[in-house]
């Protein structure tokens, strides 16, 4: 008897000096890191992407790589991320606003955005600039809209593919002030706005962060920007709500996501260090310099964000009978 509560206790001891060395070891990164941006290269989420991932590396001693990962709007790489190991290891950095819109405008869904995929933060907010091809000769907003009048269906709008947050906003600003726009998928953000450039199609709602480079050296005329006030790098552009268009609060927002189930330690260590990443300086100014502003927070109260928007946003979608492809 006495043998067996001896040895009890020696097993108590071990367990108790191993114990508090088990949170530090939960946060740890054992592999590389993938961030899946399920856009084509050169989006708003992309440049994010890029931006954070040797910073992340840095900080926790693994290869983070970037995989763009396209295809259905953002599904496909939301869906290999809500699939893949619950180790915090596969992460997910896409325009969230799209992911909010997804569980309303595509009915098949392979994966429940709230269930499958974890929070853990959001990033950033960058507005929309509205922006034409020089080839279309408008310079202003109500040179645009005498346009669209004068040729019904004829303007076609770019955007990163149906469903998606950038085919939402035209399409709602477009029959509230009863135009006929053409809305032209493809395969992101980055590929729809050279389209424009090229002249294949002729109009674009995208984030500023992507789009005011093409602005600023002239490929793209801006025209209007979403969002509470002017972009300080583009006073010139008026906003959404001083042209008349019902969608001031549009625009991209970043936000980053692992798969649920992942270990709470490592989604927190992964929510510290990006907090830190974006608060260094030349991170903050590249980002404000194209128009974005960092908004990072909590794993919660990304959550809750999110909750909010599926419910507001699909709303949006519904009344304006959207579906995605």
Not at 103 to 132: C, H, I, N, Q, R
Not at 170 to 187: C, D, F, H, M
Request: glycine share 10%.
């Amino acid at each position: 008897m006495l043998k067996t509560l001896v040895r009890l206790a020696a097993l108590a001891a071990a367990a108790f000096a191993v114990a508090p060395h088990a949170p530090a070891q939960a946060q740890n990164f054992s592999r590389p890191v993938r961030i899946v941006v399920p856009y084509a290269p050169g989006g708003t989420s992309d440049i994010l992407a890029r931006l954070i991932a040797p910073k992340l590396q840095a900080a926790i001693g693994q290869a983070v790589v970037v995989e763009n990962k396209p295809g259905a709007s953002g599904n496909l790489g939301a869906d290999a991320v809500a699939k893949a190991a619950k180790d915090g290891h596969t992460l997910l950095l896409l325009d969230v606003g799209t992911l909010a819109l997804a569980p309303s405008a595509f009915p098949d869904l392979t994966f429940d955005v709230e269930k499958d995929l974890a929070p853990v933060g959001l990033v950033m907010f960058a507005p929309y600039v509205l922006a034409v091809s020089p080839t279309l000769g408008v310079k202003s907003v109500p040179e645009l809209i005498a346009y669209s009048k004068a040729n019904p269906g004829k303007l076609a709008v770019a955007n990163s593919g149906v469903g998606g947050f950038n085919h939402v906003t035209p399409v709602r600003i477009s029959r509230a002030l009863g135009l006929e726009w053409k809305n032209v998928p493809y395969r992101g953000g980055a590929a729809a706005t050279r389209a424009v450039v090229a002249g294949e199609s002729m109009a674009i709602f995208n984030g500023a962060t992507a789009t005011m480079p093409f602005v600023t050296n002239g490929q793209l005329v801006g025209l209007a920007v979403s969002g509470p006030e002017r972009l300080k790098s583009a006073p010139s552009l008026p906003t959404f709500t001083e042209v008349g268009f019902q969608a001031g609060d549009a625009g991209t927002w970043q936000g980053l996501m692992t798969t649920a189930g992942s270990p709470p330690a490592l989604v927190a260590r992964l929510n510290s260090e990006v907090r830190k990443i974006l608060a260094e300086p030349d991170i903050a100014q590249k980002i404000a310099e194209q128009g974005g502003t960092v908004k990072f927070g909590s794993p919660d109260e990304f959550k809750t964000w999110l909750a909010d928007s599926i419910k507001s946003w699909g709303a949006v979608v519904r009344e304006n009978d959207i579906r995605g492809e």
